[in-house]
């Protein structure tokens, strides 16, 4: 499960370090695929933070639920399980 989630994160970060560092790319992209034209570099660079954000939440937060799921909670240690 952790390699699934670091995998997916990583695909998604490079989609979202393309925004930072071609951002007429990432507008073409828009253009050609969702017909949505004309975004300025500006609109791009905030998109890439709102993906970034998501994201970094994405791996914080399903790292935490996880733990929740399984009944346990890794920063107290392997040997806290939380009783139901």
Not at 13 to 26: C, G, Q, S, V, Y
Not at 44 to 67: C, D, M, P, R, T
């Amino acid at each position: 499960m952790l390699l699934l989630r670091l995998s997916v994160f990583l695909v998604m970060l490079m989609w979202t370090i393309d925004k930072f560092a071609r951002p007429e790319h990432a507008s073409s992209i828009y253009q050609d695929f969702y017909a949505i034209g004309g975004l300025s570099a500006g609109v791009i660079y905030l998109i890439g933070l709102i993906e970034l954000a998501i994201l970094i939440g994405f791996v914080l937060w399903f790292s935490q639920a996880l733990n929740l799921w399984r009944g346990t909670d890794l920063s107290r240690g392997l040997d806290a399980v939380v009783v139901r």
